[in-house]
């Protein structure tokens, strides 16, 4: 049986073609991005170029897909290739090990991909990617901050000027604004953030007291990650169900 022949049950054939033909870039393959790159391949997605710097820390067990004691150490690309490869063999996946800047970003011809979900930490970094998506005419979905919460039906998709809370939100509306990006497609949680604590361990761990480290649990980034990927597939299958009924 083909295995994606349950979501060609809600996508129809048409849908999965279109799937199987399209190319979508991954920024970042943390709690977030990590969740929306295996959805894509398990949802058919027949390229994906997967993008992060980072390599697999005991840390990241708690909250990343891509991060089992096995793979502690191993670039997080490597890792999300090989469980890729596992779901779905025939994804063309091409990993990039690099630090998304204003001119690391020029190495990817943004027109070739029909999706890009951008899922990085840096806000200069999300800035380039959301610029260079503007003028190559790419579809774009941006998630905004998933750290310091604890509630994962708080999660919305809108446009970013119609974002509030979010402390990151917030400050990519004024860099938006200030770029001259006229709107752009978001996940983003309307909880108010946690003043996390931090340990003493924890900041053994990070090397030092950092206050900003944001604290995580397992269900609250990955769902971000997963409404980010749904984005993605609806819009590239061209099939969008039937809405909430809200009576």
Same mark, same amino acid.
């Given at each position: 049986?083909?295995?994606?022949? /349950?979501?060609?049950?809600?996508?129809?054939?048409?849908? !999965?073609? /279109?799937?199987?033909?399209?190319? %979508?870039? +991954?920024?970042?393959?943390?709690?977030?991005?990590?969740?929306?790159? $295996?959805?894509?391949?398990? #949802?058919?997605?027949?390229?994906?170029?997967?993008?992060?710097?980072?390599?697999?820390?005991?840390?990241?067990?708690?909250?990343? &897909?891509?991060?089992?004691? #096995?793979?502690?150490?191993?670039?997080?690309? $490597?890792?999300?290739?090989?469980?890729?490869?596992? +779901?779905?063999?025939?994804?063309? =996946?091409r990993c990039f090990d690099l630090f998304v800047?204003?001119?690391?970003?020029?190495?990817?011809?943004?027109?070739?991909?029909?999706? =890009? *979900? $951008?899922? *990085?930490?840096?806000?200069?970094?999300?800035?380039? &990617?959301?610029?260079?998506?503007?003028?190559?005419?790419?579809? &774009? +979905?941006?998630?905004?901050?998933?750290?310091?919460?604890?509630?994962?039906?708080?999660?919305? %998709?809108?446009?970013?000027?119609?974002?509030?809370?979010?402390?990151?939100?917030?400050? !990519?509306?004024?860099?938006?604004?200030?770029?001259?990006? @006229?709107?752009?497609?978001?996940?983003? #949680?309307?909880?108010?953030?946690?003043?996390?604590?931090?340990? @003493?361990?924890?900041?053994?761990? @990070?090397?030092?007291?950092k206050p900003r480290v944001p604290g995580s649990?397992?269900?609250?980034?990955? %769902?971000?990650?997963?409404?980010?990927?749904? $984005?993605? +597939?609806?819009?590239?299958?061209?099939?969008?169900?039937?809405?909430?009924?809200?009576?």
């Amino acid at each position: 049986m083909d295995v994606f022949s /349950r979501t060609e049950l809600l996508l129809g054939q048409a849908g !999965m073609e /279109r799937l199987k033909k399209a190319r %979508v870039a +991954v920024f970042g393959l943390g709690g977030v991005g990590g969740y929306a790159a $295996e959805a894509l391949a398990r #949802s058919g997605v027949g390229a994906l170029d997967l993008v992060d710097n980072d390599s697999v820390s005991e840390t990241n067990i708690n909250r990343q &897909i891509v991060a089992l004691l #096995s793979t502690v150490g191993k670039r997080k690309t $490597e890792a999300a290739a090989a469980r890729i490869k596992d +779901v779905s063999p025939a994804c063309a =996946v091409r990993c990039f090990d690099l630090f998304v800047t204003d001119e690391t970003v020029n190495a990817f011809h943004f027109a070739d991909y029909d999706y =890009v *979900i $951008e899922a *990085i930490d840096t806000v200069s970094g999300k800035l380039a &990617i959301v610029k260079a998506c503007a003028a190559a005419k790419t579809p &774009i +979905v941006s998630c905004m901050g998933a750290g310091n919460k604890l509630d994962p039906t708080a999660f919305e %998709v809108t446009d970013i000027y119609r974002t509030k809370v979010c402390p990151l939100a917030k400050v !990519m509306r004024k860099l938006c604004r200030e770029n001259g990006i @006229e709107r752009l497609k978001v996940v983003y #949680s309307r909880e108010i953030p946690i003043a996390a604590a931090q340990s @003493e361990s924890t900041a053994k761990r @990070e090397g030092a007291y950092k206050p900003r480290v944001p604290g995580s649990v397992a269900f609250v980034p990955s %769902v971000a990650g997963l409404i980010a990927a749904g $984005e993605a +597939v609806k819009a590239i299958a061209g099939v969008y169900g039937n809405g909430i009924d809200r009576s």
